[in-house]
């Protein structure tokens, strides 16, 4: 028996008035994913516990069988791990966008954060910004006094390290939950630390800015990725391991740094895809074929798939881009794996980490529709389309940390 998890990150909703009134699942034609819906169990899931703002860090963790209220001790740890950063005791790392901030004489917090993404920057130049903004000797003098050395990764989400930082009453916020707001709100602020670390930002402002990439990049008519953004902040994290927990090998093909830092932690083995950006240009069909030679031919016996897409476009406030990323989930993924598995005997996931609201461009806590197929079962299943109403008909699940357990019919 093989078993296989897939994340749409963020595609659930609420109704969108651009709709009609319909969620985008409600909107999209998903005929495989409706197939195994009607064919599966259908419910909700609660994957965000309420104790923590929602967001794919602790819906991920949740999905993994961690129970954040017991391993959680921030997001950048998990994302470190991803890049075998080791955080040492006193450690203090926290995640690093390439942002996008509003141009003119003004102070920082005034200027108005316009993507957390920095445009949905293109990885080498967002490499190569983060590399000379750290090379630069001004603000690498000011970055040395401030204990902090940066770990860069081929996308917009970097990683930084303060040595001995002072993380008692530091109040980071993610940039993607307040996309069009004045920064000032949203600068580090709680403790003296703050300071240092906003100094860097605002620092990295002024030398950005100038830089070749963003001269080329307005030229272009595109964002200038003008600002490095600190958030997510965390110490040293240990999980519990997967293969002890399930008595499986497992993997997890994903772009982002959180689903691989998740699966290094807890013995998870991350595969990594070419051409997969975490963008609604990612290869579908890589992480496809990954999944299936995963379960066919390497010897494991689960294997989790993420698609990020859906909610970087919701975060861009790129409706038609979120629709057209679940139809593409449809059918360059979760297709091609069912037909890949053909005469293998398996049972399928399917699930949005949490809710990404078209409304607002950010992350909701609410249940969320999951989906369990067994490949085997010829009784009927639910009948029912998978949308956030229909998933509401079922079980409801109130912590998704049970989800792994349904999967392999525990």
């Not at 995640?95 to 005034?110: F, I, K, V, Y």
Request: overall charge negative.
């Amino acid at each position: 028996m093989k078993y296989i998890l897939v994340i749409g990150d963020g595609m659930a909703d609420n109704p969108v008035e651009a709709l009609g009134g319909k969620t985008p699942l409600e909107a999209v034609n998903i005929p495989t994913i409706d197939r195994l819906s009607a064919a599966g169990l259908l419910g909700s899931a609660c994957n965000c516990p309420p104790a923590f703002a929602p967001g794919s860090d602790t819906a991920i963790m949740s999905i993994f069988g961690c129970d954040p209220n017991k391993y959680y001790t921030g997001r950048a740890p998990l994302e470190a791990a991803a890049q075998g950063v080791s955080l040492q005791d006193g450690d203090l790392a926290f995640r690093c966008n390439m942002a996008s901030l509003t141009e003119g004489d003004m102070p920082m917090g005034e200027r108005e954060i316009i993507s957390h993404s920095g445009g949905s920057i293109d990885g080498e130049d967002s490499m190569t910004l983060v590399r000379d903004l750290f090379a630069d000797p001004e603000f690498a003098a000011k970055a040395k006094a401030a204990g902090v050395n940066i770990y860069p990764s081929c996308s917009y989400r970097h990683i930084a390290v303060q040595s001995h930082g002072d993380g008692k009453g530091l109040v980071f916020s993610a940039p993607h939950e307040h996309l069009t707001s004045k920064a000032a709100e949203w600068l580090p602020h709680g403790n003296d630390n703050a300071k240092v670390l906003l100094d860097l930002m605002e620092a990295s402002y002024y030398y950005l800015s100038k830089h070749p990439i963003n001269v080329k990049r307005r030229e272009e008519g595109k964002l200038a990725a003008n600002c490095i953004w600190f958030w997510a902040e965390g110490t040293a994290v240990t999980l519990p391991s997967f293969p002890e927990a399930y008595n499986k090998k497992g993997a997890v093909i994903s772009a982002v740094p959180l689903c691989h830092g998740i699966g290094a932690l807890t013995g998870v083995t991350p595969v990594m895809v070419d051409g997969a950006t975490g963008e609604l240009d990612t290869n579908y069909e890589g992480k496809a074929e990954a999944a299936v030679r995963c379960l066919r031919e390497d010897g494991f016996e689960f294997v989790g798939v993420h698609v990020e897409a859906p909610d970087e476009c919701t975060h861009n406030g790129d409706l038609e881009g979120k629709l057209q990323a679940i139809e593409w989930l449809d059918s360059r993924v979760i297709a091609p794996i069912i037909e890949g598995m053909a005469g293998e005997d398996f049972r399928m996931l399917i699930i949005s980490d949490h809710k990404t609201l078209t409304a607002t461009r950010g992350h909701d806590g609410d249940p969320v529709p999951f989906i369990i197929y067994d490949s085997r079962e010829k009784a009927p299943g639910s009948g029912l389309a998978y949308t956030e109403a229909n998933g509401l008909k079922g079980p409801m699940i109130p912590e998704g940390t049970a989800l792994l357990g349904m999967l392999f019919g525990e």
